[in-house]
Each structure stands twice: as structure tokens, then as C-alpha cells.
């Protein structure tokens, strides 16, 4: 047996193999200080490929690479087709109907209500990766939203809103301005649109009503087990274990419904009513998303043409207001901080030309409805 070393020899005895093979074998080096020589490895950079080979972080197109099939840029070119042209609405089911045919025919419909929706925010592909428009629903009180979101709707001049939802698009060519809001009118009647919502919750439901289990027999025997499942583990083939995905019972209902192709038989914007044939999934006040149907030809470039340039007429300083509302959220931004923004709104608040016409508008609204209560209860 070969006699031991001591134990600060045996520290300072280290391999180190040479950068260059040599045609002798490997000795032992005595080492006494670290060694300055970095590691060459190909997870640190180092690689034996020509340069042209080499693939790019993001694996783009070069000279030595052939067109990537995965990847971000692949994967929107794949579903470039499947992804509508344009922007959804938010809307609210308000029930049922039925309009009657020419030939007579009850044809049964749903009416959906849109409130006051808006577009809140353009998310690109430069920085989120994809196209989508961020649209908001209806008002909420502010005493009912927190801090960071009365700052982001601030930053946008946006009252808060009850409901967001994003829309994606197939392009640029499919975000709106910031600000404006979208009309019944956005689609046409007899185009073909996706509702989708989530159906009505029913709460935990057994096997016979979740998922039309037949039930076990109500007599000869069978005693207490008139609607269960029976046996969900078997020994034989799957291993003593309940396989994943097997149907039992559970919470039935409240998941997402896509109604597609449902062609729109009504719109009307004084109302704000749109009228789709067919059923949509979901109880009456629930909210909804329609969108142009994604299995059918978009609408023609010229209709929309025609709703970008109505939504131009609407609202044509939609730029400018965005933009004082940034500069605007800045200054209060920097106010809190400092903590002057008592001082502030002490000093008043000036609204814009367009701020003071709506001001008075709502005004005499609200001035025509109380004085319809009061004639009402005289």
C-alpha cells in the first residue's frame, strides 16, 4: 500500500490539463497559486463553427440559416389567418327574443347592450410581442378601485371602468386610438360575429347531470348507489389509480362559451343595442366579447375604411387628449410625491372645451329626469 500523503500536500497536488493535447501523458503539477487561464467551453461562448453558421440569440434569418419554423415571428405568421382583422366589443346580455321571418318563421335572437365602450390601451409587437387592443366596459365608482389602476386610467383620461378585456388583431393595421368609443355600428347587420362568455355556474353537480351517466339499478340488490358513479380505479390495465381526466363528479358550468358565426340581425346606436341569432351562452347581466368571426371572411376594406373614418369624426383630438392626459398625470404624479397635492385641488380644476360640454349635457340629463319624477308623483 502506497504511503499516504499529508494532508497540505495533498492540497496543493492538482491536475491541470494543458490548452494544447500534448503526445505525453498527464503528471501531476504542484500549483501554489489560482490559475488565470479562463475555461473554454462551448456554454461560455466558445464554439468550433464558422461565424456565418453561427444562429443568432433570437434565431433570425442570416445568410447561413434557413427560415425559422418556431419562434415568435413563426408562430403569429401561423395563426395570422385564424386572428381577426379588427378590434372586439364588450357588451352586456340583456335576454331573449324572437324577430319573425318574411315566411313567418320565429327566428329566436339575443339582445347585447354596449356601455360606454372604450379603448384603453395598444399593446404591439415590439413590446408585448403581439397585437392586441385593450378595451374597456362601462364606469366604476373610484371609491372601488385601487391606487395603481386609478393611476394607469388616469395616465389615459379614462374614467375607471367596469370591465377590461383584450382583443387581439392580426396587424398594425388593427389598433385604434386611445380613447375613443365604439358604437353598435362598428359591425353591419347580417355579418357573422363570435360571442363569448361564460355559461351560467351550477354549482357541484354529480355524474348523472354533469355528464349524463346513466345511474346504477334501482333495485335487485343495489342498495344506497342509485346514482353514483360506480367504480373510477380498476386494478387491471391502468395500475390501481384513477386515470387523469376521468369524468366525475364536480363544478358544472361557469366556463367559457364561444358561439361562432352568429349573424347580427339588428344594431341600433341610439339604444346601443346589437341583435345576434341564436342563443349566447351565460345568464342574463353577464358580460360578453364580440369580435369579427374568425372562420369567415373579414368585412371588406371599404366598410372598414368607413368605421375608422367615422371614429375620426367623433373624435378627432383623440391624440392631443391622450397627451395632455400623460402631461397631466405627470404633474399629479410628481405632486403626490412631493405631497402638494392638497394644495393642488384646493386650487380648482379647469376642464377642457370637450370636459365642459359633457359636464352639461350630463347635467341636463339628470335635470330632465328629476323633473319627470317630480310630474310623475304629483
Known amino acids: 500500500m502506497a504511503p499516504r500523503l499529508a494532508p497540505a500536500v495533498g492540497a496543493r497536488l492538482t491536475w491541470r490539463l494543458p490548452l494544447r493535447p500534448s503526445p505525453t501523458s498527464f503528471s501531476p503539477v504542484l500549483r501554489t497559486s489560482f490559475s488565470t487561464t479562463s475555461p473554454q467551453n462551448v456554454k461560455l461562448g466558445w464554439s468550433t463553427l464558422p461565424s456565418r453558421a453561427k444562429p443568432t ?8 440559416l434557413p427560415a425559422p419554423t418556431t419562434g415568435p415571428a413563426a408562430a403569429l405568421k401561423r395563426k395570422a389567418q385564424s386572428t381577426p382583422v379588427r378590434a372586439g366589443v364588450l357588451a352586456i346580455k340583456k335576454g331573449m327574443t324572437a324577430f319573425m321571418g318574411l315566411t313567418g318563421a320565429r327566428i329566436p335572437c339575443t339582445v347585447l347592450q354596449l356601455d360606454r365602450v372604450q379603448t384603453v390601451l395598444n399593446k404591439t409587437r415590439k413590446d408585448h410581442g403581439y397585437w392586441a387592443v385593450q378595451v374597456g366596459f362601462g364606469e366604476r365608482d373610484p371609491k372601488n378601485v385601487g391606487a395603481p389602476m386609478l393611476g394607469y386610467y388616469e395616465a389615459k383620461g379614462i374614467a375607471p371602468k367596469e370591465e377590461l378585456a383584450e382583443f387581439r388583431v392580426r396587424d398594425e393595421k388593427g389598433l385604434l386610438p386611445v380613447g375613443v368609443q365604439l358604437m353598435p355600428d362598428w359591425f353591419y347587420i347580417g355579418q357573422r360575429v363570435d360571442v363569448r362568455s361564460n355559461s351560467r355556474g351550477m354549482g357541484f353537480a354529480g355524474g348523472m347531470k354533469r355528464h349524463g351517466f346513466s345511474g346504477q339499478e334501482a333495485s335487485h340488490g343495489n342498495s344506497k ?5 360506480g367504480s373510477a380505479g380498476p386494478s387491471q390495465g391502468s395500475g390501481s389509480r384513477v386515470l387523469p381526466g376521468k369524468k ?3 363544478r358544472m358550468g361557469n ?3 364561444t358561439m361562432q358565426n352568429l349573424p347580427i340581425l339588428m344594431i341600433d346606436n341610439e339604444l346601443g343595442i346589437v ?4 342563443c349566447v351562452a351565460g345568464p342574463k347581466g353577464c358580460v360578453v366579447k364580440i369580435q369579427d368571426a374568425c372562420k369567415k371572411p373579414p368585412p371588406s376594406e371599404e366598410f372598414i375604411e368607413k368605421t375608422m373614418q367615422a371614429l375620426k369624426e367623433r373624435f378627432p383630438n383623440a391624440e392631443e387628449h ?5 402631461e397631466r398625470h405627470l404633474e399629479l404624479k410628481k405632486a403626490r410625491r412631493e405631497k402638494r397635492i392638497e394644495e393642488i385641488l384646493a386650487g380648482g380644476w379647469e376642464p377642457t372645451k370637450e370636459q365642459a360640454e359633457m359636464m352639461e349635457r350630463a347635467i341636463a340629463e339628470d335635470g330632465h329626469e328629476s323633473l319627470g319624477e317630480e310630474q310623475a308623483t304629483l
Open 255 to 257: 366556463q367559457r362559451v
Open 57 to 64: 440569440r433570437f434565431n433570425q434569418v442570416t445568410s447561413g
Open 322 to 326: 391622450l397627451q395632455q392626459a400623460r
Open 225 to 229: 348507489n342509485h346514482r353514483t358513479i
Open 248 to 250: 366525475m363528479p364536480g
Open 275 to 278: 341583435v345576434v341569432k341564436g
